[in-house]
């Protein structure tokens, strides 16, 4: 139970650190604040944004693992993007051959993008069915329930008497020695929301109430990034926020049901017998590896729109506590509530617990049917899960829309982004489409399964390798340290060079040791649906050796050592976005401004350099104009 109650606490913390920091503007101490930094790119509005925006794009537990890698990477992209001012494509100008790690973090973008948003259409679904003063779901006395299907409220008591009271005794008792029932809340998800077909290759009939929802879905992603950073940033006040609200309103109502101390008992009591077994650790570290959202591109992303001297070391730590604080609450709040339940039910917590769509979409849903004016409770919850499931999609769909602007580059794209946008959200709303029919849950789960678990794990390691130990961990360390004003802390070194990677690659070590087929209830899938899940798996890693093979190509020099060492220097405008932050080795844009050099030598040169600052200064005034594809303007002066 220790870590449940470390988070807890660190929540409290968090939530003391957010009142400070923000009057900063993301600004080190001492850094006036300014208007936007990159005019023509745009930067968040204020750090609250960027800081409500990742804390929204991520809300389920982590526990285990997160100081020594879960911290210790989100800060490496946070920092990756943001000292670049570029997305998951551009800053691969730090050693151009491993651009096909961006293109892969487009790809699991894209995949997630599209299913994503189809969870999101479901509960904007159940919202709408809602509005009612009966949840659908409450009795089994529907055209699309079975004979199996046994309530947790007995029948309709609308007209009821004391006499028949006795009967839904006599069935809560005939649930209670049930084996395995069948819920209505089962029973409407599966028969009616989904009316599932009998496997993943019947497609059957689109369904036009989720469509319809899906459409919806997007058409809210859309406008609420039509302004890119500028508009999201507003909204995240309110979607990254809200849920807290929600959180608490559920939680205070929980905690007074009868039944619910038994749930949360449930909730924190470890299993020790479990804490030696490896399979565990290695699910502890996939979770906390997957819930912050490392690989998929969102991170470097969302920090590239901060201002070059934000303080990104403070919001890795903000962010990735308050998801820890949050995680716990939340668990506070489902397991009260499923107490109640099963104390209702006179059956164990753990039987009425589930994980995934079942918990959100069928056991939840049911235990609120007994809560006085559920509707009112239902609202809330999956009012709740659509702003949670928007903030991460706004990460999303701006990763795959920054991308292009940033690679295409022009000033025409960049002032007409907003088409962009729109092309990539009727291109995901098409793309999901088949996720509506019959069969679509089959595929969902799929598409979660395979095209982003075991890619984000190769993504992840790839780029820890690129930087440490291509690019060089002596120079981004110097990189930080420019623009942060202090270098990474010596827990944060350790981490990048050594820790992170070695969890990392355990991870990916478990993930292939425990590999089982996917299943779906009782459902298995067949093989050939495998196959494509692993092609979808493959998709995105395939991206990073053909990309590198292409590059040494088309690199300049006679052998293939040549090339391979050509390929991996970084672009002669690598670094700051911005002139003004152009300092020390990017003070020129030479070849020899961006060659790579042990970090003592710099120093004995920090200097000379200072000397030639002046000079650069005026020369810079009579220099060329160059427009970079990042948004920026280089002067080119000649080498000393």
Request: aromatic share 10%; charged share 20%; hydrophobic share 40%.
């Given at each position: 139970g220790a870590p449940y109650a470390g988070c807890a606490v660190s929540l409290h913390h968090g939530i003391n650190v957010f009142v400070f920091v923000f009057v900063l503007n993301g600004a080190v101490p001492g850094e006036p604040v300014k208007k936007d930094e990159n005019s023509r790119r745009g930067n968040w509005g204020n750090q609250i944004e960027f800081v409500l925006t990742s804390v929204g794009a991520f809300m389920f537990p982590y526990f285990i693992m997160l100081?020594?890698?879960?911290?210790?990477?989100?800060?490496?992209?946070?920092?990756?993007?943001?000292?670049?001012?570029?997305?998951c494509l551009g800053v691969w100008k730090v050693s151009p051959m491993f651009k096909g790690v961006g293109y892969g973090m487009m790809v699991v973008s894209t995949y997630i993008g599209i299913y994503y948003n189809v969870v999101i259409c479901i509960a904007f679904y159940y919202f709408f069915m809602s509005m009612t003063n009966l949840l659908p779901w409450t009795y089994c006395n529907n055209p699309w329930n079975t004979p199996d299907c046994t309530g947790v409220v007995g029948t309709p008591l609308a007209n009821a008497t004391f006499a028949n009271v006795s009967a839904v005794v006599s069935g809560l008792t005939e649930i209670v020695n049930r084996t395995k029932r069948t819920s209505p809340s089962e029973e409407y998800w599966r028969n009616y929301v989904l009316n599932i077909s009998d496997g993943i290759g019947n497609f059957g009939e689109v369904r036009l109430p989720i469509l319809g929802c899906l459409a919806v879905s997007w058409v809210v992603v859309f406008l609420c990034l039509i302004r890119g950073v500028k508009s999201s940033g507003k909204v995240v006040y309110f979607t990254a926020t809200f849920p807290y609200v929600v959180l608490t309103i559920l939680f205070i109502r929980g905690i007074t049901l009868e039944g619910a101390i038994s749930g949360i008992k449930y909730y924190l009591t470890p299993q020790w017998?479990?804490?030696?077994?490896?399979?565990?650790?290695?699910?502890?570290?996939?979770?906390?590896?997957?819930?912050?959202?490392?690989?998929w591109g969102g991170l470097i992303t969302m920090a590239s729109y901060n201002k070059f001297h934000n303080n990104c070391f403070r919001d890795s730590i903000i962010i990735s506590v308050t998801n820890c604080g949050t995680s716990v609450y939340a668990g506070f709040v489902i397991f009260s509530i499923l107490g109640f339940m099963a104390n209702h039910l006179?059956?164990?917590?753990?039987?009425?617990?589930?994980?995934?769509?079942?918990?959100?979409?069928?056991?939840?849903p049911e235990a609120l049917t007994l809560l006085p004016i559920s509707p009112l409770w239902s609202l809330l919850f999956f009012f709740m899960l659509i702003l949670l499931g928007l903030g991460t999609q706004f990460c999303l769909l701006e990763t795959l829309v920054t991308a292009v602007v940033d690679e295409i580059g022009t000033d025409w794209i960049i002032k007409n982004k907003t088409y962009v946008t729109l092309g990539v959200a009727i291109v995901g709303f098409l793309l999901g489409v088949p996720l509506t029919t019959r069969a679509g849950i089959y595929w969902l789960l799929l598409m979660d399964n395979y095209a982003a678990s075991f890619s984000l794990v190769v993504i992840s390691c790839i780029m820890c390798i690129c930087i440490m130990y291509v690019y060089g961990h002596k120079n981004y360390f110097k990189d930080v340290e420019m623009m942060l004003g202090f270098p990474p802390p010596l827990f944060f070194r350790i981490c990048w060079k050594y820790v992170s990677p070695f969890i990392i690659t355990f991870i990916l070590i478990f993930t292939v040791i425990q590999y089982k087929p996917i299943t779906y209830n009782d459902y298995v899938y067949p093989s050939w649906s495998l196959i494509i899940g692993f092609a979808m798996a493959l998709s995105s890693v395939i991206c990073i050796p053909i990309y590198a093979l292409f590059k040494i190509a088309v690199s300049e020099g006679s052998t293939f050592l040549e090339r391979l060492k050509n390929s991996v220097k970084p672009d002669p405008d690598w670094g700051p976005a911005l002139q003004e932050h152009r300092k020390g080795r990017y003070a020129t844009t030479g070849p020899e401004s961006v060659e790579v050099r042990p970090l003592k030598e710099e120093l004995k040169d920090e200097g000379?350099?200072?000397?030639?600052?002046?000079?650069?200064?005026?020369?810079?005034?009579?220099?060329?104009?160059?427009?970079?594809?990042?948004?920026?303007?280089?002067?080119?002066?000649?080498?000393?």
């Open positions: 100081v020594f890698c879960g911290i210790p990477l989100f800060f490496l992209e946070l920092s990756f993007g943001q000292f670049t001012s570029l997305g017998e479990k804490i030696l077994d490896a399979k565990v650790w290695g699910d502890a570290a996939s979770q906390i590896f997957y819930s912050l959202g490392c690989a006179g059956v164990d917590v753990s039987e009425v617990a589930d994980h995934g769509p079942g918990l959100a979409f069928v056991a939840y000379k350099e200072k000397l030639k600052e002046k000079e650069t200064e005026k020369k810079d005034e009579i220099g060329l104009t160059i427009p970079g594809s990042n948004g920026s303007t280089l002067n080119p002066t000649p080498s000393a």
